[in-house]
């Protein structure tokens, strides 16, 4: 138990659907990252939101829409998506600033058919 | 970023040290070493940090060369729960100011009973 919490921990989605992807930390953490781990693909940093406000993108598609509603929780949000999008997302907390240990979510397992 | 270098897979006696190479030769100067595992469909777990002393913690120790190009994981006493991909990571910072981990295909690491 890491204090990140992904769910759901599978999602299976159709190309046409619309599913959102959810994150939760309590370790009072305000900068949270979405990474995306394909089959033998290093992990890829996709966002980066820093007290709520979102920091970075990765050149990641639109069907792909990041929300931070406050610094606990992190969503991304899913439409249109491809089946070669089918991976697993990570997502991690830490302290803002530097030189400080990330948290990872135990991901998220999507399968686009 | 600062590129790593890791073997793409080690072995391990249970119960021995477990040594992992990295080769970062491009670090720059503010620029720190992180460890951090990630077993089996799970998401990467932090392991230790540094800059250029050697640190140690319950974990592991890291031992990192003088002129920085090279560190070394030491896992002291091996068990069956330790395989997993290794990732060694050299953290940069955005031109957010945010630090950056830039995750490689690291070493996968197995623990041979």
């Known amino acids: 138990e890491t204090g990140v919490t992904q769910t759901p921990r599978h999602l299976v989605m159709g190309m046409t659907n619309k599913k959102s992807l959810k994150c939760e930390q309590h370790?009072?953490?305000?900068?949270m990252y979405w990474y995306k781990q394909s089959a033998k693909k290093p992990l890829e940093l996709m966002f980066v939101y820093n007290f709520k406000e979102q920091t970075e993108n990765n050149s990641v598609p639109s069907r792909f829409s990041p929300e931070c509603p406050n610094s606990s929780h992190l969503f991304l949000h899913l439409h249109t998506l491809q089946p070669e999008d089918s991976a697993l997302y990570l997502c991690?907390?830490?302290?803002?600033?530097?030189?400080?240990?990330?948290?990872f979510g135990q991901g998220t397992r999507l399968t686009v058919v | 970023d600062a590129k790593t270098t890791q073997p793409t897979s080690m072995d391990c006696a249970e119960g021995r040290a477990a040594n992992l190479p990295c080769n970062h030769s491009t670090i720059s100067g503010n620029e720190y070493v992180y460890w951090y595992r990630q077993i089996h469909s799970q998401g990467p777990q932090y392991i230790i940090h540094g800059l250029k002393n050697n640190e140690t913690n319950e974990m592991a120790s890291l031992i990192i060369t003088e002129d920085r190009k090279s560190s070394t994981l030491i896992l002291p006493h091996a068990t069956l729960r330790d395989t997993a991909v290794y990732y060694c990571i050299v953290s940069s910072i955005s031109n957010f100011g945010n630090e950056k981990l830039t995750f490689g295909t690291g070493t996968r690491l197995t623990i041979i009973p």
């Open positions: 370790l009072g953490h305000n900068a």
């Open positions: 991690a907390s830490s302290q803002e600033g530097a030189w400080t240990e990330a948290f």
